[in-house]
């Protein structure tokens, strides 16, 4: 998981969201409706389009790409429908087309862990109407990738296992299935035989080329390339390439790949 600077929401979303947000309230607090309400706006292909765009083509949570086959989830952060912690609560139905609650998801992270699921710190009290103070009454206890930074949250083993370094890191790992047995697969081959091997190779590059400095950063100038590719915000498990760099800095010695590699740490601050 990465942080994503959240885009201005589409224009067509802002009329559509705010009428649809005024029927719910009525259908809800107004007249109590033991009926169900249908969500229609946040559904819309233009906010399909524009948070593909947003999470470039990838699951919020998850990092993985999202194939047009798969067909990518639209996701509430808060759910819209009703709370698992929370049996009573009716979920944040004024939230269902609000631009700053929706995600996109691969169909495992969102049907198959994150669910209806929206644990609080302990403490803390969910909101349960429109007019409740959200940010007053709530401390989450999964990572926002579009309000938080997942780097002090979340970190990743040479093997490509998900690590929870806080509370919020070790929920969300649990939430949103991030240790699943095929992307933790998936993960691992990207660990081992792209990343790792890719670093493994400008060591010894530096070892055997270490007196013959313009042969050296030749060698070495397309592996960098090709890592810098995968630190990218465009690639899948950008989060743990960075990681794994980092794991690989804190054991070397040598200046030459110290330099290189923060070149390349730096290259990739969002």
């Given at each position: 998981?990465?942080?994503?600077?959240?885009?201005?929401?589409?224009?067509?979303?802002?009329?559509?969201?705010?009428?649809?947000?005024?029927?719910?309230?009525?259908?809800?607090?107004?007249?109590?409706?033991?009926?169900?309400?249908?969500?229609?706006?946040?559904?819309?292909?233009?906010?399909?389009i524009h948070l593909l765009k947003?999470?470039?083509?990838?699951?919020?949570?998850?990092?993985?790409?999202?194939?047009?086959?798969?067909?990518?989830?639209?996701?509430?952060?808060?759910?819209?429908?009703?709370?698992?912690?929370?049996?009573?609560?009716?979920?944040?139905?004024?939230?269902?087309?609000?631009?700053?609650?929706?995600?996109?998801?691969?169909?495992?992270?969102?049907?198959?862990?994150?669910?209806?699921?929206?644990?609080?710190?302990?403490?803390?009290?969910?909101?349960?109407?429109?007019?409740?103070?959200?940010?007053?009454?709530?401390?989450?206890?999964?990572?926002?990738?579009?309000?938080?930074?997942?780097?002090?949250?979340?970190?990743?083993?040479?093997?490509?296992?998900?690590?929870?370094?806080?509370?919020?890191?070790?929920?969300?790992?649990?939430?949103?299935?991030?240790?699943?047995?095929?992307?933790?697969?998936?993960?691992?081959?990207?660990?081992?035989?792209?990343?790792?091997?890719?670093?493994?190779?400008?060591?010894?590059?530096?070892?055997?080329?270490?007196?013959?400095?313009?042969?050296?950063?030749?060698?070495?100038?397309?592996?960098?390339?090709?890592?810098?590719?995968?630190?990218?915000?465009?690639?899948?498990?950008?989060?743990?390439?960075?990681?794994?760099?980092?794991?690989?800095?804190?054991?070397?010695?040598?200046?030459?790949?110290?330099?290189?590699?923060?070149?390349?740490?730096?290259?990739?601050?969002?």
């Amino acid at each position: 998981m990465i942080q994503i600077t959240r885009l201005d929401p589409p224009s067509q979303l802002r009329l559509a969201g705010d009428l649809e947000k005024k029927l719910a309230i009525n259908h809800f607090e107004v007249h109590k409706s033991p009926e169900s309400f249908k969500f229609k706006v946040y559904s819309k292909d233009y906010v399909k389009i524009h948070l593909l765009k947003m999470f470039n083509g990838k699951c919020a949570y998850c990092e993985s790409y999202l194939p047009h086959t798969q067909h990518p989830h639209i996701e509430h952060w808060r759910p819209k429908g009703k709370v698992t912690e929370d049996e009573d609560h009716k979920g944040y139905y004024w939230l269902a087309a609000d631009w700053e609650n929706l995600f996109i998801a691969c169909g495992v992270c969102n049907s198959s862990y994150k669910l209806n699921k929206f644990p609080l710190k302990e403490g803390s009290t969910y909101a349960k109407l429109s007019s409740d103070n959200i940010h007053e009454l709530e401390k989450p206890l999964l990572i926002n990738p579009c309000t938080d930074n997942p780097e002090p949250h979340l970190g990743f083993t040479l093997y490509g296992k998900a690590i929870g370094l806080t509370d919020e890191g070790e929920k969300s790992i649990e939430v949103y299935g991030l240790n699943r047995e095929d992307l933790e697969d998936r993960r691992r081959f990207i660990a081992r035989h792209v990343v790792c091997s890719r670093l493994d190779d400008i060591i010894a590059d530096i070892s055997e080329f270490q007196l013959q400095p313009n042969k050296l950063i030749a060698r070495v100038s397309i592996k960098v390339k090709e890592l810098n590719y995968f630190m990218s915000a465009k690639s899948e498990y950008s989060a743990m390439t960075k990681c794994i760099i980092k794991e690989y800095r804190n054991k070397s010695i040598s200046k030459f790949f110290l330099e290189i590699t923060k070149k390349l740490l730096e290259d990739n601050i969002k």
